[in-house]
């Protein structure tokens, strides 16, 4: 008996696309400013604003697209055409408007733990955005919880477990190792890494090989099997 | 004895300025694109844009930001500089950036209260940025719950007030007759209407007069006095 009492969930890319549509906008924006400026180097500099800016802006669409913006003026030293500023927004607008597409075993392997353990969704991004998207997946009602956070910290888990049996007692789960696995960790919960394939270059961390309490699954399928050995089913 | 248990805040020009920066970014904007359009008329198309925007953006400085940017483009049908662009940019950077400044009575009334009731602050906004306000007010030691959403209905405050005594225990504290008085009043709780004097014209409703749980102080200094009143002391 290991006493696991509650599992949390990420949202973006562990329970839905979302790091999808940021590149194939990125795409668009650097197609846009093709004739100013090469893309790769576009694509830097716009890695480089968002840097800049996430200690303001936070994570999410509405600060990706000041970003861009902001890249777009620099990069053309203030000669970008504002009907092209114009087609920034409405891409943004585009992505926040987008219908939440489910990945693969999302809804059995909610199904079958909520069954068996509350189930605590925790999650950054814009508050009205990841709400939004929340209640257009249909997985609502399957979480005891939803915790929308600016930033995640170890202090973070702790209080999202808080009312479940606490982190230690907890299982987190999601795609990046950063913001998901190193701080779940560090509260001293279980986690689980289920890697996505696109991973957004400020979510990347070292793997903590070696700790008992760290799995990589390759996909959320594996998933109620590795709880059930956890809990020593 | 009413059973008063708890009372709750919003944070925006009812515990520190907010509306009168914006105001003055506005007027900046105006300014920004005065060879190009009339001030008066852009400040409607900014209204405009922000209602058409609410419902994607949500509340708070960077939905004003990407708001101006998409009014600037549309005014001047995409002939506006990127270079003002990048001041409006810059103009919302600024806003993010301000320091907290205090209304009046705010820190003894949230002291005298603090001893005696639970306090829970309720606000909507970026999470991110409402966080860094509530830190740099000193205030946040004097709260034991704290709410970001991102809009208030009266859902808002039956959830916000459940683990102080419920809603109808409550009191809630505001400078908005629409998000702050009548969602509370309709949750069941007393209201203090406490006006700023700069309203936002999205944050406009009817006066709920004659509801006997409804009040309205000029300033937060009363607001001891009437507790003490309402609590039967």
Redesign the interface.
């Known amino acids: 008996m290991t006493g696991l009492t509650v599992i949390g969930f990420d949202a973006d890319d562990t329970l839905w696309q979302n790091e999808s549509f940021f590149r194939l906008t990125e795409d668009r924006f650097a197609e846009l400013l093709a004739d100013h400026v090469d893309g790769a180097h576009l694509k830097e500099r716009l890695l480089e604003a968002e840097k800049k800016n996430v200690g303001?802006?936070?994570f999410g669409i509405?600060?990706f697209?000041?970003s861009m913006?902001?890249t777009?003026?620099?990069v053309?030293?203030?000669?970008?055409?504002?009907?092209v500023?114009?087609q920034i927004?409405e891409m943004?607008?585009e992505m926040?408007?987008h219908p939440v597409e489910l990945l693969p075993h999302v809804e059995e392997t909610l199904g079958v733990l909520s069954d068996r353990y509350p189930l605590v969704l925790i999650t950054k991004g814009?508050?009205?955005?990841q709400?939004?998207k929340l209640a257009a997946s249909g997985l609502g009602d399957l979480f005891a919880g939803v915790e929308?956070?600016?930033?995640k910290v170890p202090g973070v888990y702790a209080r999202a477990f808080a009312d479940h049996g606490g982190a230690e007692r907890a299982m987190m789960v999601g795609n990046s190792m950063k913001s998901d696995v190193v701080p779940a960790l560090a509260a001293g919960s279980w986690a689980v890494y289920v890697p996505h394939g696109l991973e957004w270059a400020l979510e990347q961390a070292e793997t903590p090989a070696g700790n008992p309490r760290y799995r990589e699954l390759p996909d959320l399928g594996r998933l109620p099997a590795h709880v059930a050995a956890v809990a020593g089913d």
Chains 1, 2 share one sequence.
């Not at 053309?76 to 009907?83: A, F």
């Not at 814009?126 to 955005?129: A, E, M, N």
């Not at 929308?148 to 930033?151: E, F, H, L, Q, R």
């Open positions: 303001h802006y936070g509405k600060g697209m000041l913006i902001e777009a003026v620099e053309t030293e203030g000669r970008v055409d504002g009907r500023i114009g927004l943004g607008q926040l408007g814009d508050l009205l955005h709400e939004q929308i956070v600016s930033d």
